[in-house]
Every structure is written in C-alpha cells, then in structure tokens.
C-alpha cells in the first residue's frame, strides 16, 4: 500500500466535522507515535479563523481529548495540494474538492472507511449533544479505519476513544 504522511479532513465550514476528524486522528498520532501529519480545512471561508462549534469542543472533551486550538481555514488546491490523502466528510464536499481541481486519485470520502460510503451529516443546526455524538461515532469509527489501515500498529477494535460502531 502507497505510503501516506499526510491527510486533510475537508468538510463546509471546517469548524463541525473535519476539526472532530483532525483531532481524533491526531489523538492516535499521539497515542502510537505516528509519522503522520493531519489537518483539515473547509471548502467555504465562512468561518476563518472560528474556533470549532460549541458542539464540536464539548463531544471532544466528553471523549477526553480537546480541539479548542484549532481554527477554520479555507481550503486551497495550491497550499493543500501535497496532501498525500484528501478526506471529504459528505459528497458534496468531495465532489467541490474535484471541481476545485484536487487530483481525483487522493480524494476519498470518509464514510467509504466502514460506513458503505455514508455522507457524515452536517450539525452545525443541532440544538442537542445527541447528534454531535451519533456524528462523532461516524466520524472516529472512520478515522480509526483509515489509520488502520496504513498503520497495523492500531488495533482494529482498540476502544481507544470510546468508539463504537455506529448505527445510522
Ligand atoms: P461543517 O459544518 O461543514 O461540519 O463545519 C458547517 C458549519 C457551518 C455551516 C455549515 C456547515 N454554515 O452554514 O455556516
């Protein structure tokens, strides 16, 4: 398998979803010492520089890790273009990341690790934990996945970071 050091998480606004997949991909970077770098970035620049929705912050910390440091960014196919890995969080956000010109054979969606190709849904509406939580479950359960498969080092079924296997 093509070696990968590097993956950017892509939703819309980057402060819901891809910040909960950078920094649960990041936990297991830390945890197995990882040559791994992570980011994530959102296709809209409607939240430069935000910090992740209240949401977001406060399901990471349920599961013992925190993602207040980050911040929205814009992605860009000139910056972000040596990514060796390219994860959209929904198919609209994959198919806005071709359409910006990303080299089709980097660009993955996230539910394709495990969930039949499910689109994460977007909770920046959700009023309750709930759905950040079922939205954390797709997205670890995800992440785990895909680093699992480039790094035999993590377990399979490690409940590192709580993460089940979700029904959706
Ligand atoms: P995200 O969620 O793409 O997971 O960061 C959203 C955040 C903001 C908006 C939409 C989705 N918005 O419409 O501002």
């Not at 993956?7 to 819309?12: N, R």
């Not at 991909?25 to 430069?48: C, M, Q």
């Amino acid at each position: 398998m093509k070696e990968v050091s590097s993956i950017l998480f892509v939703c819309l606004g980057n402060i819901c979803r891809s910040p909960l997949a950078e920094g649960i991909a990041r936990e297991f970077v830390k945890k197995y010492n990882l040559p791994l770098k992570v980011d994530s970035a959102g296709t809209s620049g409607w939240h430069i520089d935000e910090c992740p929705h209240a949401g977001s912050r406060q399901v990471a910390k349920k599961h013992n890790f925190s993602i207040d440091d980050l911040r929205g960014r814009r992605v860009s196919v000139y910056a972000d273009d040596a990514f060796d890995l390219i994860i959209a969080l929904d198919s609209s956000n994959y198919k806005d990341l071709l359409q910006l010109g990303f080299d089709k054979g980097k660009v993955k969606k996230l539910g394709d690790f495990g969930l039949n190709g499910a689109d994460v849904p977007d909770p920046y509406g959700y009023k309750d934990m709930e759905g950040f939580e079922k939205v954390y479950q797709m997205i670890a359960f995800c992440v785990r996945n895909l680093l699992c498969m480039h790094y035999p080092v993590i377990e399979s079924d490690s409940n590192f970071l709580d993460i089940k296997q979700p029904n959706f």
